[in-house]
């Protein structure tokens, strides 16, 4: 298992907080309600707001789409540090049914994925790690599936000569 790179020390409670203040969650109804101290686990909501739904009453693709826009590069630049650059490169969202209310996901980062980035970043190459994270209803129903596309890359700096 290869080790975590240091990284500098900030709580994982005040990022989420800054982050639920950032204007393209707080103004779109989404907020991150955990945030893991090791940055492994996330979960977030889409509020049943008026702005957030559609013609037909139901919530919004875009919004569920923008719901996990910035959660994997930013639990992967917490993770990596300051030695890797993070990139969102690609997505991709399928709508499974409509939703009604509230929605919520939950994404997860195993030891496995952290080390696979790590070891094939290691020599200064690129690699573009796929997540896919499941947005629910309120009776735990899969409403969308996304996959995120990650750019990740240690930086010119950090790379072997």
């Given at each position: 298992?290869?080790?975590?790179?240091?990284?500098?020390?900030?709580?994982?409670?005040?990022?989420?907080?800054?982050?639920?203040?950032?204007?393209?969650?707080?103004?779109?109804?989404?907020?991150?309600?955990?945030?893991?101290?090791?940055?492994?686990?996330?979960?977030?909501?889409?509020?049943?707001?008026?702005?957030?739904?559609n013609?037909?009453?139901?919530?919004?693709?875009?919004?569920?789409?923008?719901?996990?826009?910035?959660?994997y590069?930013?639990?992967?630049?917490?993770?990596?540090?300051?030695?890797?650059?993070?990139?969102?490169?690609a997505?991709?969202?399928?709508?499974?049914?409509?939703?009604?209310?509230?929605?919520?996901?939950?994404?997860?980062?195993?030891?496995?994925?952290?080390?696979?980035?790590?070891a094939?970043?290691?020599?200064?190459?690129?690699?573009?790690?796929?997540?896919?994270?499941?947005?629910?209803?309120?009776?735990?129903?899969?409403?969308?599936?996304?996959?995120?596309?990650?750019?990740?890359?240690?930086?010119?700096?950090?790379?072997?000569?």
């Amino acid at each position: 298992m290869l080790p975590l790179p240091k990284r500098k020390p900030k709580s994982a409670e005040h990022l989420r907080r800054r982050l639920n203040l950032w204007s393209p969650l707080f103004f779109t109804g989404i907020k991150i309600t955990y945030l893991s101290e090791d940055y492994t686990h996330c979960r977030a909501t889409l509020k049943n707001w008026r702005n957030t739904k559609n013609s037909h009453g139901t919530q919004f693709g875009g919004s569920l789409f923008a719901m996990t826009d910035p959660i994997y590069a930013m639990m992967c630049n917490c993770l990596f540090g300051e030695k890797h650059y993070v990139w969102d490169k690609a997505a991709h969202i399928e709508f499974v049914k409509a939703a009604q209310g509230e929605v919520y996901l939950d994404c997860q980062i195993s030891r496995e994925e952290i080390d696979a980035i790590l070891a094939a970043t290691a020599d200064g190459e690129k690699h573009l790690p796929e997540f896919t994270v499941r947005v629910f209803d309120q009776n735990n129903e899969t409403i969308a599936i996304a996959t995120r596309t990650l750019y990740v890359r240690l930086k010119k700096e950090f790379r072997p000569k």
